[in-house]
Antibody, heavy 118, light 107 residues
Framework: QVQLQQWGAGLLKPSETLSLTCAVD????????WSWIRQPPGKGLEWIGE???????NYNPSLKSRVTISVDTSKKLFSLNLNSVTAADTAVYYC????????????WGQGTLVTVSS | DIQMTQSPSSLSASVGDRVTITCQAS??????LNWYQQKPGKAPKLLIY???SLDTGVPSRFSGSGSRTDFTFTISSLQPEDIATYYC?????????FGQGTKLEIK
Protein backbone atom coordinates (compact mmCIF):
# COMPACT_ATOMS: atom_id res chain seq x y z
CA GLN A 1 0.00 0.00 0.00
CA VAL A 2 1.51 3.33 -1.04
CA GLN A 3 2.12 5.99 1.57
CA LEU A 4 2.80 9.63 0.91
CA GLN A 5 4.93 11.28 3.59
CA GLN A 6 5.21 15.05 3.44
CA TRP A 7 7.27 17.64 5.28
CA GLY A 8 8.28 21.30 5.23
CA ALA A 9 8.47 24.50 7.23
CA GLY A 10 5.33 25.21 9.22
CA LEU A 11 5.80 28.89 10.02
CA LEU A 12 6.64 31.57 7.48
CA LYS A 13 6.77 35.34 7.39
CA PRO A 14 4.98 37.34 4.69
CA SER A 15 6.92 37.48 1.40
CA GLU A 16 8.83 34.26 2.15
CA THR A 17 8.68 31.10 0.03
CA LEU A 18 6.69 28.05 1.09
CA SER A 19 8.51 24.80 0.33
CA LEU A 20 7.01 21.37 0.90
CA THR A 21 8.20 17.92 -0.16
CA CYS A 22 6.29 14.66 -0.50
CA ALA A 23 7.95 11.24 -0.57
CA VAL A 24 6.38 8.14 -2.09
CA ASP A 25 6.90 5.06 0.02
CA UNK A 26 5.97 1.59 -1.09
CA UNK A 27 4.65 2.31 -4.52
CA UNK A 28 5.59 3.06 -8.07
CA UNK A 29 6.49 6.59 -9.13
CA UNK A 30 6.57 6.57 -12.92
CA UNK A 31 3.35 7.12 -14.82
CA UNK A 32 1.48 8.80 -11.99
CA UNK A 33 0.31 12.38 -11.65
CA TRP A 34 1.37 14.30 -8.53
CA SER A 35 -0.79 17.03 -7.04
CA TRP A 36 -0.94 19.57 -4.25
CA ILE A 37 -4.16 20.68 -2.57
CA ARG A 38 -4.66 23.08 0.31
CA GLN A 39 -7.33 23.75 2.93
CA PRO A 40 -7.48 27.00 4.94
CA PRO A 41 -8.46 26.46 8.58
CA GLY A 42 -12.16 25.61 8.82
CA LYS A 43 -12.68 25.90 5.06
CA GLY A 44 -12.91 23.74 1.97
CA LEU A 45 -10.37 22.23 -0.40
CA GLU A 46 -8.51 24.11 -3.14
CA TRP A 47 -6.56 22.38 -5.90
CA ILE A 48 -3.17 24.04 -6.34
CA GLY A 49 -1.73 22.15 -9.28
CA GLU A 50 -0.17 18.96 -10.60
CA UNK A 51 2.71 17.43 -12.49
CA UNK A 52 0.88 15.02 -14.74
CA UNK A 53 1.93 11.60 -16.03
CA UNK A 54 3.21 13.18 -19.26
CA UNK A 55 5.56 15.45 -17.35
CA UNK A 56 3.58 18.65 -17.86
CA UNK A 57 2.66 20.99 -15.01
CA ASN A 58 -0.85 22.40 -14.63
CA TYR A 59 -1.55 25.09 -12.07
CA ASN A 60 -4.60 26.83 -10.66
CA PRO A 61 -4.74 30.21 -12.44
CA SER A 62 -5.35 31.88 -9.08
CA LEU A 63 -1.85 30.79 -7.97
CA LYS A 64 -0.04 30.20 -11.24
CA SER A 65 2.30 33.19 -11.03
CA ARG A 66 3.67 32.02 -7.67
CA VAL A 67 3.65 28.20 -7.86
CA THR A 68 6.15 25.61 -9.00
CA ILE A 69 5.69 21.85 -8.71
CA SER A 70 8.80 19.77 -9.33
CA VAL A 71 9.52 16.06 -9.39
CA ASP A 72 12.65 14.02 -8.61
CA THR A 73 11.94 10.63 -10.10
CA SER A 74 15.19 9.07 -8.91
CA LYS A 75 14.38 9.89 -5.28
CA LYS A 76 10.61 9.37 -5.61
CA LEU A 77 9.96 12.88 -4.33
CA PHE A 78 7.82 15.77 -5.51
CA SER A 79 7.80 19.30 -4.19
CA LEU A 80 5.74 22.46 -3.98
CA ASN A 81 7.17 25.97 -3.96
CA LEU A 82 4.87 28.94 -3.43
CA ASN A 83 6.59 32.30 -3.32
CA SER A 84 5.61 35.68 -1.88
CA VAL A 85 3.28 34.16 0.70
CA THR A 86 0.73 36.20 2.64
CA ALA A 87 -1.62 35.39 5.49
CA ALA A 88 -4.13 34.21 2.90
CA ASP A 89 -1.81 31.27 2.16
CA THR A 90 -2.20 29.92 5.70
CA ALA A 91 -3.62 26.42 5.25
CA VAL A 92 -3.07 22.71 5.60
CA TYR A 93 -1.28 21.58 2.46
CA TYR A 94 -1.74 18.04 1.12
CA CYS A 95 0.14 16.09 -1.51
CA UNK A 96 -1.75 13.48 -3.51
CA UNK A 97 -1.25 10.88 -6.24
CA UNK A 98 -3.39 10.07 -9.25
CA UNK A 99 -3.04 6.65 -10.93
CA UNK A 100 -1.94 6.44 -14.57
CA UNK A 101 -4.64 7.40 -17.10
CA UNK A 102 -7.08 8.21 -14.33
CA UNK A 103 -8.31 11.47 -12.85
CA UNK A 104 -9.02 10.97 -9.17
CA UNK A 105 -6.81 11.85 -6.18
CA UNK A 106 -6.44 8.30 -4.97
CA UNK A 107 -3.77 8.60 -2.25
CA TRP A 108 -3.04 11.53 0.04
CA GLY A 109 -0.28 12.67 2.35
CA GLN A 110 -0.99 13.39 5.98
CA GLY A 111 -1.07 17.16 5.52
CA THR A 112 1.19 19.97 6.71
CA LEU A 113 -0.11 23.09 8.44
CA VAL A 114 1.65 26.17 7.12
CA THR A 115 1.04 29.40 8.98
CA VAL A 116 2.04 32.77 7.55
CA SER A 117 2.44 35.41 10.22
CA SER A 118 4.69 38.35 10.90
CA ASP B 1 -13.45 27.60 -13.70
CA ILE B 2 -16.19 25.02 -13.22
CA GLN B 3 -18.25 25.75 -10.11
CA MET B 4 -19.36 22.77 -8.03
CA THR B 5 -22.51 23.38 -6.00
CA GLN B 6 -22.92 20.82 -3.27
CA SER B 7 -25.99 20.46 -1.07
CA PRO B 8 -26.87 20.41 1.68
CA SER B 9 -23.97 22.12 3.48
CA SER B 10 -24.82 20.20 6.63
CA LEU B 11 -26.97 17.21 7.42
CA SER B 12 -28.12 15.47 10.58
CA ALA B 13 -29.32 11.87 10.34
CA SER B 14 -29.83 8.79 12.51
CA VAL B 15 -27.89 5.56 12.40
CA GLY B 16 -29.43 3.34 9.74
CA ASP B 17 -30.82 6.24 7.70
CA ARG B 18 -30.31 6.61 3.98
CA VAL B 19 -28.34 9.78 3.31
CA THR B 20 -28.11 11.61 -0.01
CA ILE B 21 -25.84 14.48 -1.04
CA THR B 22 -26.04 16.20 -4.40
CA CYS B 23 -23.43 17.99 -6.45
CA GLN B 24 -24.11 20.12 -9.50
CA ALA B 25 -21.45 21.24 -11.96
CA SER B 26 -21.70 24.55 -13.82
CA UNK B 27 -20.66 22.79 -17.04
CA UNK B 28 -20.77 19.29 -18.50
CA UNK B 29 -18.01 17.20 -16.90
CA UNK B 30 -19.20 13.86 -18.38
CA UNK B 31 -18.51 11.46 -15.50
CA UNK B 32 -15.32 13.02 -14.09
CA LEU B 33 -16.77 13.41 -10.62
CA ASN B 34 -15.17 12.11 -7.43
CA TRP B 35 -16.33 11.95 -3.82
CA TYR B 36 -14.09 12.22 -0.77
CA GLN B 37 -14.63 11.72 2.94
CA GLN B 38 -12.71 13.86 5.41
CA LYS B 39 -12.70 13.22 9.14
CA PRO B 40 -11.53 15.96 11.55
CA GLY B 41 -7.77 16.43 11.50
CA LYS B 42 -7.30 13.88 8.71
CA ALA B 43 -6.59 13.97 5.01
CA PRO B 44 -9.47 13.41 2.62
CA LYS B 45 -10.05 9.82 1.53
CA LEU B 46 -11.29 8.82 -1.91
CA LEU B 47 -14.60 6.94 -1.83
CA ILE B 48 -16.07 7.18 -5.33
CA TYR B 49 -14.41 8.03 -8.64
CA UNK B 50 -15.75 8.50 -12.16
CA UNK B 51 -19.16 9.27 -10.62
CA UNK B 52 -20.04 5.69 -9.66
CA SER B 53 -16.93 3.53 -9.18
CA LEU B 54 -16.24 2.45 -5.62
CA ASP B 55 -12.57 2.77 -4.63
CA THR B 56 -10.83 -0.35 -3.32
CA GLY B 57 -11.84 -1.31 0.21
CA VAL B 58 -14.68 1.21 0.49
CA PRO B 59 -17.83 -0.31 2.03
CA SER B 60 -20.66 -1.05 -0.37
CA ARG B 61 -23.10 1.16 1.57
CA PHE B 62 -21.45 4.08 -0.25
CA SER B 63 -22.52 4.71 -3.85
CA GLY B 64 -22.54 7.42 -6.47
CA SER B 65 -24.50 8.18 -9.60
CA GLY B 66 -25.05 10.84 -12.21
CA SER B 67 -23.47 12.31 -15.31
CA ARG B 68 -22.88 15.56 -17.14
CA THR B 69 -23.88 18.20 -14.55
CA ASP B 70 -25.90 16.41 -11.85
CA PHE B 71 -24.49 13.90 -9.40
CA THR B 72 -25.63 12.11 -6.27
CA PHE B 73 -23.75 10.47 -3.41
CA THR B 74 -25.62 8.02 -1.18
CA ILE B 75 -24.97 6.19 2.06
CA SER B 76 -27.55 3.40 2.15
CA SER B 77 -27.45 2.84 5.90
CA LEU B 78 -25.62 5.44 7.97
CA GLN B 79 -23.06 4.11 10.45
CA PRO B 80 -21.49 6.03 13.37
CA GLU B 81 -18.08 5.93 11.68
CA ASP B 82 -19.50 7.80 8.67
CA ILE B 83 -19.50 11.07 10.59
CA ALA B 84 -17.33 13.32 8.45
CA THR B 85 -17.38 16.06 5.86
CA TYR B 86 -17.93 14.91 2.28
CA TYR B 87 -16.63 16.72 -0.79
CA CYS B 88 -17.32 16.31 -4.48
CA UNK B 89 -14.57 17.19 -6.96
CA UNK B 90 -14.62 17.54 -10.74
CA UNK B 91 -11.57 16.30 -12.61
CA UNK B 92 -12.85 16.87 -16.11
CA UNK B 93 -11.57 20.40 -16.67
CA UNK B 94 -8.60 22.34 -15.34
CA UNK B 95 -8.43 23.76 -12.78
CA UNK B 96 -9.96 20.90 -10.84
CA UNK B 97 -12.49 22.22 -8.34
CA PHE B 98 -14.26 20.98 -5.23
CA GLY B 99 -17.70 21.46 -3.82
CA GLN B 100 -17.92 23.39 -0.56
CA GLY B 101 -18.49 20.25 1.48
CA THR B 102 -21.33 18.59 3.40
CA LYS B 103 -20.87 18.12 7.12
CA LEU B 104 -22.67 14.97 8.23
CA GLU B 105 -23.67 14.56 11.87
CA ILE B 106 -25.50 11.91 13.84
CA LYS B 107 -28.92 12.91 15.15
Amino acid sequence: QVQLQQWGAGLLKPSETLSLTCAVDGGSFNGYSWSWIRQPPGKGLEWIGERNHSGFSNYNPSLKSRVTISVDTSKKLFSLNLNSVTAADTAVYYCARTPPWEQQLASWGQGTLVTVSS
Amino acid sequence: DIQMTQSPSSLSASVGDRVTITCQASQDITNYLNWYQQKPGKAPKLLIYDASSLDTGVPSRFSGSGSRTDFTFTISSLQPEDIATYYCQQSGNLPYTFGQGTKLEIK
